[in-house]
Nanobody, 126 residues
Framework: QLQLVESGGGLVQPGGSLRLSCAAS????????VGWFRQAPGKEREGVSC????????TIADSLKGRFTISTDNAENTVFLQLNSLKPEDTAVYYC???????????????????WGQGTQVTVST
């Protein structure tokens, strides 16, 4: 059974940075894509970025390009989300999710993902 555990969230001032980690266990193949999503209070969950383990191809929400970067350490089955130039509107619970599929590109539709972590809180405030 695939399990995902997020870490790295916290309180940061505007303009600061955080690096979120998503450690995956229970699988050992390239047939996965992993995505990061976030949900702010009172708002719907939105896709942030995703990456395929097969070829490392990434997708990122247009509004976040230039500030957020997704990467993987395949040997450790870990996916990272680097958050830079953080703004108060980035405050949310950030979730990682995975789907078991052999694909060369991923999408940011949460309905496509089967496995979800518990989330990590990111708060951007003075």
């Amino acid at each position: 059974q695939l399990q995902l555990v997020e870490s790295g969230g916290g309180l940061v001032q505007p303009g600061g940075s955080l690096r979120l980690s998503c450690a995956a266990s229970g699988f050992s193949s390239l047939n996965y894509a992993v995505g990061w999503f976030r949900q702010a209070p009172g708002k719907e969950r939105e896709g942030v970025s995703c990456i395929t383990f097969l070829n490392g191809r990434t997708t990122i929400a247009d509004s976040l390009k230039g500030r957020f970067t997704i990467s993987t350490d395949n040997a450790e089955n870990t996916v990272f989300l680097q958050l830079n130039s953080l703004k108060p509107e980035d405050t949310a619970v950030y979730y990682c999710a995975a789907r078991n599929i052999l694909i060369t590109s991923c999408v940011l539709r949460d309905s496509e993902y089967t496995y979800w972590g518990q989330g990590t809180q990111v708060t951007v405030s003075t």
